[in-house]
C-alpha cells in the first residue's frame, strides 16, 4: 500500500531532513539491537577476563605452594643431614660408617639441589631469596668442612672432640636459620595468597559493576528509545485516524508485511447515511456556517460509528458510508445489532444537533436518512499502486445505497436480510421495492426514531 507508505514518510519526517526517518517505526528498533550486542560483548569479555585472571590467580597460589612445601621438605632434609652425621661420629663399624658417610653425602647434594630450586622459585622475593642464597653457600662450605673432618678423624689425623668443636652450634645455626627462612616464607605467601584473593574478588566486583551499570544505561536507552517510537506510533495514529478509518491505522501500525488488506469476499454489512436537504441549505447560508455544521455532523456520526466498532470507509459530502466486518473480522449477527444500535444513536444525536443547528443558524429543520443492508461483498485495497483506497464493492453495497435513498425521513430502513439476523428487532411496516440491477424485488423495514 504506497500511498499509506508515503503517508507514513510524510509524517514522521523532520524540517531540516525531508528525507531521514526520526526512529524506525517497524521491527525491532536498530539502536536496540545494536545495546544488545554491545551488552552481550560486554558481559563476555567481563567473563574471558575474570576467567584469565582466576586462572592466573590459581597457578600464582599453586606457585607460593610449592615454594612452601619445598622449603618445608628442605628444612626436614637438612635435619636428616646432620642427624646422619652424628650417627656417623659415633659409629665404628667401618662398613657401618661408609654407608652413613655416602648418606651424609647424598644428603647433602639434595639440600644443596633443594635450595637451589627453592631460589629460582623465588625470583619474586629477592630479599627471601638473598637469605636462601646465603644459608645454601654456608650449607656447601660447612658440608664440605665436615666432611673434610671427618674423613680425618677416620684416620685418626683428629680427635672426636675437635670434630664436635668444629660442628658446634654451626649445625643449629644453620638449622634455625633456615626454620627462620621457612616461617617468613609461610607469613609472606599467606600474606601473598590473601592480597591475590583480594585482587581477584575487587576485580570481579569492580567488572561486575562496571558491567551491570553499562548494562542499566543502556537498558535504560532502549526503554527510552522503545517508549519513544511508541509514542511517535501513537502520534502517526492519530494523525493517520484522521485520513483513515480507525481500524485501519491499527491494522497498518500492527502489520509488518506489504499487503495489508489483500482483496478478498467477505459477510459485512453496509451502512449509508445522509441529510437530507443539506444541499439546499448550503445555497441559504455562508460558507463557515456550512463548514461548521457539516463538521460537527461528520465528527459525531463518526464517533459513534466508531464506538461500535464500524469502519467508516468514506465521505461522501453529506453522506457517510460506514462497513462492518471489515477490515475487523465481526460475526454475522454482532454486526447486524452493531450497525442497528449505531444507527437509532445517530438518529438520536442528529435530532439534538439539528435543534442546535436550527437555534444558532435559523435554518430550516434538516432530516438524516439511514440504510442498513448486509451480504457478501468485494473488499480490500482498490486502486493504483501509488494510491491505494479500502473500500468494499458489489451488490451489498449498492443494495445499502439504495435503501438510504429511499429511506423516510428521520428514520432507519433495513434490508430482510438484516430482518432475518435481527428477529427481535420492532420495525414499523414492510415495504418490497423494486432495485435496479436486482432482479427479485427486496422486503424492506423502517424502523422510526
Not at 432507519?412 to 420492532?426: F, G, T
Request: charged share 20%; proline share 3%; glycine share 4%.
Amino acid at each position: 500500500m504506497s500511498s499509506i507508505k508515503q503517508l507514513f514518510q510524510k509524517i514522521i519526517r523532520t524540517d531540516t531532513e525531508p528525507t531521514k526517518l526520526l526512529i524506525p517505526i517497524t521491527g525491532f528498533p536498530v539502536w536496540s539491537i545494536i545495546i544488545g550486542i554491545v551488552i552481550v560483548v560486554l558481559v563476555t569479555a567481563s567473563g574471558f577476563i575474570n576467567v584469565y585472571y582466576l586462572n592466573s590467580s590459581h597457578k600464582e597460589v599453586e606457585t607460593i605452594h610449592e615454594i612452601t612445601s619445598l622449603a618445608q621438605i628442605t628444612q626436614i632434609e637438612f635435619e636428616k643431614q646432620f642427624t646422619l652425621l652424628h650417627y656417623m661420629i659415633l659409629e665404628s663399624n667401618p662398613e657401618e660408617y661408609r654407608k652413613y658417610f655416602h648418606k651424609f653425602s647424598y644428603q647433602y647434594t639434595i639440600v644443596q639441589n633443594q635450595l637451589f630450586n627453592l631460589k629460582l622459585l623465588l625470583n619474586d622475593y629477592p630479599a627471601i631469596k638473598q637469605r636462601i642464597e646465603e644459608i645454601r653457600a654456608y650449607h656447601k662450605e660447612f658440608s664440605e668442612i665436615l666432611i673434610e673432618e671427618i674423613t680425618q678423624y677416620k684416620e685418626n689425623s683428629i680427635s672426636e672432640y675437635e670434630v664436635y668443636k668444629t660442628i658446634k652450634g654451626k649445625d643449629q645455626f644453620a638449622i634455625e636459620a633456615l626454620t627462620q627462612i621457612v616461617s617468613d616464607i609461610n607469613s609472606n605467601n599467606f600474606q601473598i595468597i590473601n592480597n591475590t584473593k583480594n585482587r581477584f574478588y575487587i576485580f570481579s566486583i569492580t567488572s561486575i559493576g562496571i558491567i551491570s551499570i553499562i548494562a542499566f544505561i543502556l537498558l535504560t536507552i532502549i526503554f527510552l528509545v522503545i517508549r519513544k517510537e511508541k509514542q511517535l506510533l501513537f502520534s502517526i495514529g492519530r494523525q493517520l485516524s484522521s485520513f483513515l478509518p480507525v481500524q485501519l491505522v491499527q491494522l497498518i501500525l500492527k502489520q509488518e508485511k506489504q499487503e495489508i488488506l489483500p482483496i478478498q469476499k467477505k459477510f459485512i454489512t453496509v451502512c449509508f447515511l445522509d441529510i437530507q436537504g443539506f444541499t439546499k441549505l448550503t445555497d441559504s447560508i455562508d460558507a463557515d456556517a456550512v463548514a461548521t455544521i457539516l463538521n460537527q455532523y461528520l465528527t459525531e456520526m463518526t464517533a459513534i460509528a466508531n464506538k461500535f466498532n464500524g469502519t467508516v470507509d468514506k465521505f461522501i459530502g453529506d453522506g457517510i458510508m460506514i462497513i462492518f466486518g471489515a477490515p475487523l473480522n465481526i460475526t454475522p449477527v454482532i454486526q447486524v445489532d452493531s450497525a442497528i444500535s449505531m444507527a437509532q444513536e445517530m438518529q438520536s444525536t442528529f435530532q439534538k444537533l439539528n435543534y442546535q443547528w436550527q437555534s444558532t443558524y435559523n435554518i430550516d429543520q434538516l432530516y438524516l436518512r439511514i440504510g442498513i443492508h448486509c451480504g457478501i461483498a468485494t473488499v480490500g485495497s482498490f486502486g493504483t499502486h501509488d494510491r491505494l483506497t479500502f473500500t468494499a464493492i458489489g451488490k451489498t453495497v449498492n443494495i445499502a445505497s439504495r435503501l438510504e435513498k429511499l429511506c423516510p425521513e428521520n428514520s432507519i430502513l433495513i434490508s430482510s436480510d438484516i430482518k432475518q439476523l435481527s428477529p427481535q428487532l420492532k420495525t414499523d411496516n414492510v415495504t418490497t421495492i423494486t432495485i435496479r440491477g436486482i432482479e427479485k424485488p427486496l422486503e424492506v423495514y423502517t424502523i422510526e426514531c
